[in-house]
């Protein structure tokens, strides 16, 4: 089955990011399971893929570079990032909701003149297209609001 | 009301009043991106959603865009028609609303209904 | 005497309850933001706060924006300088969010 | 069929009464975040979305940060896994927040 | 109560269930703040902030801090009683709160006294 | 009188910021007004003076340098920083707050090895004692809330 997720919270003022990471890893992981264990209940006996997952309205602060929670708690930001390098997702922060907020990448720096970026490479930014066309594509949107 | 799923129908629900934060807005940018790709639409306003669709915004004082304005500019887009809860402007004792827009009231059953014939549901 | 500001709209039932459970007969009430929603109510229940309060007052730019009319004329619409003047005639202020 | 999921506790009224307006006798329900709340509450009233559902389900790990196990014997707790697996099962899901 | 005005005393109002979002947290943050700047203080939980003083909370598997261990410390910063919305735990159906607190149950009355108390108040 | 202001929403996603934007303004024109006019109504006859702006949770995001609103919409990052160099205002962002949700400025980047910041010098980060201090010395404390 294929899965797209939409994210609407920011980590810390909202639970959806959090939730959302775990529903994703838990997605992933029945798929990895999936290919290792023929014995699997028949409940699992589904292939899942994850074709997007799509940062809107305060979700875009998911792919913040900058933040650093204290070290003794978990820190979110660095797990999404992690879990993208793992599993080559596709994560797309909505343009125009990250750069009103003010999160951008090196190229919207340049072109609205900042000296400073501040979005992680693991994510890109684009517009509300990709959510719109990543729900024509997937079986299933998954949303995690405020 | 769209039914063909292949495409998808997409529901957005507007249930957050104009100006007091983003949901609006952001709700109107997914209608439009939605009806630019073509996807079938159907929007839905209810509790304080209700309360975009009131005449005379007039947010220059306040220094925002007006919405309503955004809102009349659908019909262009393909969005023929906007459905209004009947209960939110009962409940709220509003018996006017903006005669420009394309509006059609639903009741309980007609709300439910718009849910269960959309494959994707977006709430803002 | 308090000097309450509130910026949600009556949908915001416990919010309204928690003013209500709060305010006194000399206290005032400035409506903001979504608050202003609460002009469209008729209330002269002596146990919510629209009926309590001596004076209830909406910022006039906000009404403006969401095409409201104070038509409930026991509220009167305020500038930003009346909200710093009430402020600072009032004892204290508490904001309802 | 219907998977709906509520993040948000049983003071958000509005947003209860929403979801019971949707909701048809075989669908199912998520409680995860705040909505575990609502593990605290009995309800057989049938107008209520928990009155309604066919299966109700908490997430587990969210119930036990919040100190609380499902005494409500129609919620049955579920992890990460079930949650996938009940979100491929059903025909849509909804999020109610 | 602290009612000394000189002293502005601060009320904190804590309205929010705990981990869900960042509230209860922050909330705790200005607390500590407070009491290490040795300013009078009082806390009130009412509404879904009464969640915050459930016994056995275990928030491990969500990767978040035990609020409540944290709450229990609120003593030592020189915070000697919690005051608790009755009204709220009633609501609620709460019976059983976490042995360990200070906790003092309020009504109406005393709730409206805490707030007229203070000089300023922080809600979260 | 002396005010403080504290700030709890970020912009965009709650009208806290705004509000609070427009009710300092008002305070200061106050005062400015006050000098020159001085057959202004009795109700308006106090000097007002703004102790201290604080950024506390969401509204930590008002102090970002990198947000570009579109530019046919108000830009209230930048309002902000031309209200803090006009009037020479405190504007004090919190910085555990600020720190966890991704806003630093150049030196918590030093200290935390991110090589970008994006908080705008015209804000100062620091911790909630300032609040605590700021209440102590202000007449009123006014908040605007998400």
Known sequence: MIFSVLVLGAPYSSGASYSAYRFAQAALDADHNESHNKNHSANHNECHTIHRIFFYQDGIHSSSQLATPPQDEFNLYQAWQDLQSTYDLDLVTCIAAAVRRGVIDSGEAKRHNKLQHNM??????????????????????????? | MPNDNKQKPILIVNQSAPYGNANAKES?????????????????????????????QSPDDIQSKNLLQMLKALPIYGVEQLYVDQQSLTERGITELDTQLPIVLVNSVEISRLYHDAQTVFRF | MILHTLNKSPSNEALSEQLSQVIQADDQVILLEDGVYHSLLENNDTSHWLGIAAHVHALNDDLKARGLTSNNSAIKTIDYADFVRLSSECDKVIAWY
Chains 1, 6 share one sequence.
Do not use: M
């Not at chain 1, 992680?120 to 405020?146: P, Y």
């Not at chain 2, 639409?41 to 975009?52: A, E, K, R, V």
């Open chain 1, 120 to 146: 992680s490479t693991n994510f890109s930014l684009s517009g509300l297209g990709q959510l719109v066309e990543a729900n024509a594509l997937s079986d299933r949107v998954i949303t995690f609001g405020r």
């Open chain 2, 28 to 56: 109107l940018d997914l209608a439009l991106a939605s009806s630019a790709f073509e996807q079938a639409l159907s929007i839905l306003f209810t509790g304080d959603g209700i309360y975009q669709l009131l005449p005379k």
